[in-house]
């Protein structure tokens, strides 16, 4: 069983930065892959970014040169820094692991960016 815990969203005013955590349990991580997903109020969950096990990237074009993911697999950690953040980018935001056959999800950080 894989157990994730996010850590690290809040409240700040547009233009500011959060760094959101996410720890896994169990012994699978370092050959998943990772990735961050976000749900605003009133729409479908999307992708933001995801990590594999070689560490390969990819982010979608909305964020782009703002946020960066990144994996400390010694301490079973994902990481998504969030700068020059914009109101559209408040949304609850979710930490995903991916075997390749199996899927889990954290409970969800709060993300709120005022303007």
């Known amino acids: 069983q894989v157990h994730l815990v996010e850590s690290g969203g809040g409240s700040v005013q547009a233009g500011g930065s959060l760094r959101l955590s996410c720890a896994a349990s169990g012994r699978i991580f370092s050959l998943s892959t990772m990735g961050w997903y976000r749900q605003a109020p009133g729409k479908q969950r999307e992708l933001v970014a995801t990590i594999t096990d070689a560490s390969i990237t990819n982010h979608v074009e909305s964020v782009k040169d703002r946020f960066t993911i990144s994996r400390d697999n010694a301490k079973n950690t994902v990481y998504l820094q969030m700068n020059s953040l914009k109101p559209d980018d408040t949304a609850v935001y979710y930490c995903?692991?991916?075997?390749?056959?199996?899927?889990?999800w954290g409970q969800g950080t709060q993300v709120t960016v005022s303007s």
């Open positions: 995903n692991l991916w075997t390749g056959t199996l899927d889990y």
